[in-house]
């Protein structure tokens, strides 16, 4: 039974077992169509909507995913399970639903998950963005009924610039320690943040860039997949005589601060991500350049986005939920945060 709630002038509509998705223990269930998206616990059926940590763990007996995520999900959770990949828009029955992936813009394979019982449309957006992303495909808006949406960076203060506008600054920090004999660390995830920078730097140069080991071999998948890039070396931690000076050496940020960081001295350090986007972020984080890149929508990518899907309903997930939920509702809307166990961003990359 729906719990209606005054606010203002605006009633809204509280999460309930009578939803077509609900957050339980498990995870996202859908229990019209058997399956949970995203699970954090066991389960038969796994709908995944991208490859990272908090979204895609090894729970399920069978997975279905966007087909473009299908070798970065068996990479991170096990050559051997059963993933099945399905084209973007391509629909499916799962029990009483019809399922289909529409792409997200977060990642290579990231998707949104639409799923429709009777009449009734649901989508669930997984983490996405609006902006321009040259390694992954762009994000497509879905109609709906009822709108999961992230709200990551759910704050007036988070705006980005266009990619290639970070990738200029990149570059010229590169160039400029280059010019110092400095060897230049730039600290970005190692699944998608890092393979998006190699392919805006495109744009600048065509040198090539080392790579952290936990970076190197997802991107070997991007670039399997035809994703056009930087050549990417993997540093060769043996080779002690090996003088890094002047090169672009890219990391996930768990290896900032690591005996890793004592191969490169002298190094000019940098962090690729949307935190940067305030001051005391990268001051207390002891970077020496702060980059404002990031995979999740800003604030107006955010709004634009629930108002273009029609929903009449919107639900939201981790980050800055309860202020996008006041927003929404003194605009008159349907809207309620939804408890889930997702991470605002990966912020310590459990691939390190």
């Not at 320690?177 to 998608?192: C, D, I, K, N, T």
């Amino acid at each position: 039974m729906h719990s209606r709630i005054q606010a203002g002038a605006c009633l809204h509509t509280e999460p309930s077992e009578d939803d077509l998705i609900q957050a339980t223990e498990t995870g996202l269930v859908c229990r019209r169509g058997n399956f949970v998206i995203d699970p954090w616990k066991e389960t038969h059926t796994a709908l995944i909507s991208h490859a990272h940590a908090d979204h895609a763990r090894p729970v399920a007996q069978v997975y279905y995913a966007s087909e473009s995520s299908v070798p970065l999900l068996k990479r991170r959770l096990g050559e051997n399970l059963d993933i099945r990949g399905v084209p973007y828009s391509r629909t499916f029955e799962l029990g009483q639903t019809r399922v289909s992936f529409h792409p997200a813009g977060h990642v290579l394979g990231s998707a949104q998950v639409r799923v429709q019982s009777d009449s009734e449309v649901w989508v669930f957006s997984g983490d996405y963005k609006r902006d321009h992303d040259p390694s992954c495909e762009p994000f497509e808006v879905v109609p709906c009924d009822t709108f999961i949406t992230e709200a990551t960076f759910a704050l007036p203060v988070y705006r980005w610039q266009p990619g290639a506008v970070v990738a200029a600054e990149i570059a010229q920090w590169w160039q400029d320690m280059q010019s110092e004999g400095r060897p230049a660390v730039l600290f970005a995830y190692s699944l998608g943040k890092a393979q998006r920078v190699l392919s805006e730097l495109t744009a600048f140069c065509d040198k090539p860039v080392y790579l952290h080991g936990a970076v190197h071999p997802l991107t070997e998948i991007y670039r399997a997949a035809g994703i056009r890039m930087l050549p990417g070396l993997p540093i060769d931690l043996d080779d002690k005589q090996r003088d890094y000076s002047g090169e672009l050496i890219i990391a996930p940020p768990g290896a900032s601060g690591s005996t890793w960081m004592r191969r490169f001295p002298r190094a000019s350090t940098g962090f690729c991500s949307g935190w940067m986007r305030v001051r005391g972020n990268r001051r207390r984080r002891g970077y020496d350049r702060g980059f404002v890149l990031s995979d999740h929508a800003d604030w107006p990518g955010l709004l634009q986005t629930i108002e273009q899907t029609g929903a009449r309903r919107i639900l939201t997930t981790h980050g800055n939920s309860t202020a996008l939920v006041r927003l929404l509702r003194e605009r008159g809307m349907d809207a309620a945060a939804l408890e889930t166990r997702f991470s605002e961003e990966e912020d310590g990359d459990a691939s390190v």
